[in-house]
């Protein structure tokens, strides 16, 4: 049959399984990395873990890891803030790396809008979060060093 006649998208058995190339290297706390290291572990030789095993050991291969820091009361990468609505609600954030970020758990990443928005504040200070549905004023209740 003709080559053109394939499904491209069908991977051949010399790339089955294979991965995107991952460009670049990326922070990850001493936290991050230890979870990332366990989860390798406890995934053995599984074969249902074997295409997420690939993934972080991948992974593992391209951060470096950061000690999370805290300078001057300023946000930094790994630090714990807290943050309060106009409501009063607060809700706490650690500045992490994209390899370890976990909503559920408040910790996200240095590199997305909210994580931006917090690098270098202190507390006291202001921010206005751009959203879809309107900005949200909050201010900076705490910054601490990661848990």
Do not use: C, H
């Not at 406890?42 to 993934?55: D, K, L, S, T």
């Not at 809008?113 to 201010?139: C, N």
């Amino acid at each position: 049959m003709s080559k053109a006649f394939t499904n491209e998208d069908t991977p051949t058995p010399d790339d089955a399984g294979a991965l995107p190339p991952r460009a670049g290297t990326f922070p990850i706390t001493p936290l991050g990395l230890a979870r990332l290291q366990k989860e390798l572990t406890e995934i053995g030789a599984a074969e249902v873990g074997a295409r997420r095993a690939r993934v972080i050991a991948q992974v593992l291969e391209s951060v470096y890891v950061v000690e999370p820091s805290v300078i001057d009361g300023q946000a930094r990468f790994g630090a714990r803030v807290t943050v309060e609505d106009e409501n009063g609600r607060r809700t706490s954030y650690e500045l992490v790396g994209p390899d370890e970020v976990d909503p559920i758990a408040g910790r996200i990443s240095v590199a997305s809008p909210v994580g931006r928005a917090l690098l270098g504040k202190r507390a006291g200070d202001r921010v206005v979060l751009r959203r879809p549905k309107g900005d949200v004023a909050i201010t900076v209740a705490s910054v601490t060093g990661s848990l």
